[in-house]
């Protein structure tokens, strides 16, 4: 230490020095760019040790937009602002009339997870057990369906500029944090025996084209994929197109079901694990 070195010019104590902190606890020494491998493998470790700990042993993902809206707040904004007429534009009434449209998929996520718990928990708290993002929209319906029926649920939030608080509705014991979203990601897939995807943005489709990749390279097990709201579905991605254009096999385009109804999923999902048990 020189005599220009700053903590000794200010007389702190070596013991009082930044160098000094056990690395453990030294905040700013972990979050450097250096530690970031360190970062993810925590990210990975404490969620995966907290789950074993609770026993979850099989999880469904379900998936979509986090700005869908129950449909009462729905029908409130809406009619909040037909309360005044000439104070909203044009464009912000079509967008709350469509959100009264797309609020039924709240319920639907909702209506899911409550046949989960009913059709394939059978009151066993470890399998089948719903994790979604944790945020609100779709991710909150489904954990709040699984909190109607007295089963747990888990919620993977991660820290985003508008998106950073859990919803109320996953269990406290399985909520967890995450910074990076390949980490996160891996985590909704790795007790995952179903995925579920309602109508989303760039978040739903970067989600589920991620898990028809893995199935479509078996990186990973064949798990059944559904698809809530064909209307959303089929203009959202014109999956004929890309075979007719050659740049997707129609043995691909199988990967995955269309439906309209939480209980048309849960059908689909039982057939598949009974055929697999035989």
């Not at 129950?70 to 967008?95: F, I």
């Amino acid at each position: 230490m020189t005599e220009t070195d700053p903590d000794r010019r200010q007389g702190i104590h070596p013991k009082e020095a930044d160098a000094y902190k056990l690395a453990s606890r030294d905040i700013d020494f972990l979050m450097t760019d250096d530690l970031r491998p360190i970062r993810l493998q925590l990210e990975l470790l404490k969620p995966e040790l907290n789950l074993r700990r609770e026993d979850i042993r099989s999880t469904i993902p379900v998936f979509g937009s986090a700005r869908i809206l129950p449909p009462d707040v729905a029908a409130a904004r809406l009619a909040e602002l037909e309360s005044k007429p000439g104070t909203a534009s044009e464009a912000d009434l079509a967008h709350a009339r469509k959100q009264v449209v797309y609020a039924h998929y709240y319920e639907e996520a909702r209506a899911f997870s409550r046949l989960v718990a009913e059709r394939l928990q059978n009151g066993d708290g470890q399998n089948y057990v719903i994790v979604t993002g944790g945020g609100p929209g779709i991710m909150e319906a489904a954990n709040r369906g699984a909190d109607d029926s007295g089963a747990r649920s888990i919620g993977l939030n991660i820290t985003l500029p508008h998106e950073q608080a859990p919803n109320p509705y996953s269990s406290p014991e399985l909520s967890f944090q995450f910074r990076y979203f390949a980490i996160r990601k891996m985590h909704f897939l790795l007790r995952a025996k179903a995925l579920v995807a309602f109508p989303g943005g760039y978040g739903t489709l970067d989600e589920l084209f991620e898990v028809l990749t893995l199935i479509q390279t078996e990186k990973i097990a064949r798990i059944p994929v559904v698809l809530i709201g064909r209307a959303f579905w089929d203009r959202a991605v014109d999956f004929d197109f890309l075979v007719e254009e050659g740049v997707l096999d129609t043995h691909s385009v199988g990967l995955f079901e269309l439906v309209e109804t939480a209980s048309e999923a849960i059908d689909i999902i039982e057939a598949f694990h009974r055929t697999q048990s035989e």
